[in-house]
């Protein structure tokens, strides 16, 4: 009871949305600290100030999501977006080399890979990812859970095909980190964005590499990927980084001083406590959806859930104060830490009429 009364009162004092918010999947809420601490920032630069508190910030921010992920920090690099990590593992392949895909996955996970155009590129339902790894299948790259519709890849399954046949694995966890609990040290690579299940403000993404760095060229390098940043500013890199900050991009300052509130959250609230609390709730709304006739795309265990043939109901939900998406005609609701069974209800009945 203790547990639960402390998640509430964490949330409680973090949150006041002024709509039914069941659209995380697309942006999430930004906690009253991270608000709090974007002004601090702001305030520093129109200040003067020496911004050395913000670039703390940005190494506590790789020290959480190090720890949320399983790794020790020295294997995460920040930068800030997935397409760009992406772009870094997909420059890594040899002309030929064969990726497997999971059909229509987010194109960030995707597009780096199709625009080397000397790649073999090959596409199968999220289904069949793990049986579809063959002999000379180079890595395997797919979300944890997709943006569409909110199911959950078999990641045991597809960690064990690819050592079976000697792939590497690259998984985006965008749309799980926060809420499903990470096991990135399972994996080559992996990446996931902060502005989603984890609170942040857009502007930072997060890279895990081997300790090895699994063979990646930081082909985007500047001078914070330097062992010694201050001495890298002028003419090419003498020393790239010795840990996965090799990887580092330019950080958006304001983002991860924003982001490390959020992220602190997240750890008070525990990502189990997190992850009972979003699948209960996307269970009643399943459970609701049955009542009303209505069939969702499977996605058990899920917190987000894809309603087929509803997603025209979008744009008046909005109207009413209830925010969702649509996504290629299916109506998604996402749930998080914030929400409630009353926001649950009260979707369930504005799909009744």
Not at 105 to 130: C, M, Q, W, Y
Not at 147 to 176: M, P
Request: proline share 6%.
């Amino acid at each position: 009871m203790e547990t639960t009364q402390t998640f509430d009162r964490l949330v409680r004092a973090e949150f006041a949305p002024r709509s039914t918010y069941l659209n995380t999947a697309s942006n999430g809420l930004l906690p009253a600290r991270t608000v709090a601490a974007l002004h601090e920032a702001a305030v520093l630069r129109a200040e003067g100030r020496p911004l050395t508190p913000l670039h703390e910030d940005v190494e506590a921010c790789r020290a959480a999501y190090a720890r949320l992920a399983g790794v020790p920090a020295a294997r995460v690099a920040v930068g800030a977006s997935v397409a760009a990590h992406t772009g870094v593992i997909a420059a890594s392949l040899p002309a030929g080399a064969e990726v497997l895909t999971a059909e229509d996955d987010f194109t960030s996970v995707l597009n780096p890979f199709h625009v080397r155009g000397d790649l073999k590129v090959r596409a199968v339902p999220l289904e069949r990812i793990a049986e579809s790894v063959r002999p000379g299948t180079a890595l395997v790259a797919v979300s944890a859970a997709q943006s569409a519709d909110g199911r959950v890849a078999d990641l045991a399954a597809l960690r064990e095909a690819a050592r079976e046949h000697g792939a590497r694995t690259y998984v985006d966890f965008s749309q799980s980190a926060g809420w499903l609990p990470m096991a990135a040290d399972a994996f080559d690579f992996s990446a996931s964005v902060s502005f989603k299940w984890l609170l942040g403000p857009h502007g930072a993404a997060f890279l895990v590499v081997p300790e090895d760095f699994g063979g990646l060229t930081p082909v985007l390098a500047g001078w914070v990927a330097g062992e010694a940043p201050w001495d890298s500013c002028y003419g090419p890199v003498q020393e790239l980084a010795r840990s996965a900050r090799r990887f580092d991009l330019t950080p958006a300052l304001f983002t991860f001083a924003g982001l490390r509130r959020s992220l602190e959250l997240i750890e008070e609230l525990g990502v189990e406590a997190v992850h009972a609390h979003d699948v209960a709730l996307a269970d009643r709304f399943r459970a609701g959806l049955a009542d009303l006739g209505h069939t969702p795309v499977p996605a058990p265990g899920s917190a987000i859930v894809s309603v087929p043939g509803l997603g025209s109901r979008q744009g008046g939900l909005s109207r009413a104060g209830i925010e969702v998406s649509d996504r290629a005609g299916n109506l998604r609701a996402a749930f998080h830490l914030y929400n409630t069974t009353d926001d649950v209800d009260r979707l369930l009945g504005a799909l009744t009429g």
